[in-house]
């Protein structure tokens, strides 16, 4: 079945580490791609897109992430994560071929950031 | 700007048993749709709403109905309540359905028992 794959669904890092959170999808052909986050007692955000062009797309709060289309990949990092990161992000997908234009969602990884 | 409010908070059920779980943007949205998320899975979408007058089912729509008399609001109600039900609902709103960015509402914790 065609899917949204997060690698992990807890990461626990120490403040100033680099974080990389996967997402990997199944669809062939033209995505479009997302990360949610979710900070505690708030609402779900958007972070990040990207729908064409320079596969590195920076998002809010210093974070980023690559398109690799040959990996069908879209991973999100920071090179020094913060206590405040501590939250949960999730990755969702839209086949551009989709006339709904629904967004497929990962499952979510939650992020702890140790002081 | 309220954004997207989500009432209640909090819900218990009991095995069939109805509700509506109220949903209301002030962005003046076209699009809005309803999604659940149970532990370990993504969000899945149950109905959506591309205007008012207009709904759809989304991939899980079973056991649950929708209207959009406004533009505003867009209630989801359960029929008859069943423990599979137990989730978080969350209600999303976006200018339109091409419009990716969606601004999401706090959520409703349902549990059925």
């Known amino acids: 079945a065609q899917s949204v794959s997060q690698h992990n669904h807890h990461v626990i890092l120490s403040e100033a580490a680099s974080l990389e959170l996967g997402c990997n999808y199944s669809y062939g052909g033209t995505v479009n791609l997302f990360w949610y986050v979710q900070y505690p007692g708030q609402h779900l955000q958007l972070l990040l897109k990207y729908f064409s062009g320079d596969p590195l797309v920076k998002g809010i709060k210093g974070f980023e992430a690559e398109f690799i289309k040959s990996k069908f990949s879209f991973n999100l990092r920071k090179p020094s994560v913060q206590w405040s990161d501590t939250a949960e992000y999730f990755c969702?997908?839209?086949?551009?071929?989709?006339?709904?234009?629904?967004?497929?969602w990962g499952a979510g990884t939650k992020l702890i950031i140790k002081p | 700007n309220a954004g997207v409010t989500q009432t209640p908070k909090f819900q218990v059920l009991k095995t069939g048993q109805s509700m509506t779980l109220q949903c209301a943007q002030d962005?003046?949205?076209?699009?809005m749709s309803w999604y659940r998320q149970d532990p370990g899975m993504g969000l899945r979408l149950i109905h959506y709403?591309?205007?008012?007058?207009?709904?759809d089912q989304g991939e899980v729509p079973n056991g649950y109905n929708v209207s959009r008399s406004t533009t505003e609001d867009f209630p989801l109600r359960l029929l008859s309540a069943a423990p599979s039900q137990t989730s978080v609902y969350f209600c999303?709103?976006?200018?339109?359905?091409?419009?990716?960015?969606?601004?999401f509402g706090p959520g409703t914790r349902l549990t059925v028992t």
């Open positions: 709403s591309v205007g008012a007058g207009i709904t």
């Open positions: 962005m003046n949205h076209e699009y």
């Open positions: 969702a997908v839209n086949p551009r071929w989709d006339s709904n234009y629904q967004l497929i």
């Open positions: 999303a709103s976006s200018y339109s359905r091409q419009s990716y960015e969606q601004y």
